[in-house]
């Protein structure tokens, strides 16, 4: 079992800039990949960003290449992922989960997730 924690969300205007983090815990944090999704309201959830064990591997989804990066510190447990140059449309809840089979983009990898944080853009 792999016990999820979001924090870092909140309200910010268009072109500024937010960190969220991830505390992970129950399994060796080192085994598995991590993830973002996001999910907009009247929308499914997408994928955002991804990390392999080593956090050396990363995937972007286009929309955020370049805006965004994620990095995992595994001394300490955590996947952190900086926005920058937020939109409108980066509104959304924003999930971290852990993937035991390796660092893909696709929701159904990830097996346990957190319960999200809100992330509102505003004009």
């Known amino acids: 079992q792999v016990q999820v924690v979001e924090s870092g969300g909140g309200l910010v205007q268009a072109g500024g800039s937010l960190r969220l983090s991830c505390a992970a815990s129950?399994?060796?944090?080192?085994?598995?990949?991590m993830g973002w999704f996001r999910q907009a309201p009247g929308k499914e959830r997408e994928f955002v960003a991804s990390v392999g064990r080593a956090g050396g591997n990363t995937y972007y989804a286009d929309s955020v290449k370049g805006r965004f990066t994620i990095s995992r510190d595994n001394a300490k447990n955590t996947v952190d992922l900086q926005m920058n140059s937020l939109k409108p449309e980066d509104t959304a809840v924003y999930y971290c989960a852990a993937n035991l089979i390796g660092y893909g983009i696709s929701s159904r990898e990830y097996s346990y997730w957190g319960q999200g944080t809100q992330v509102t853009v505003s004009s």
């Open positions: 129950g399994r060796t944090f080192s085994t598995y990949g």
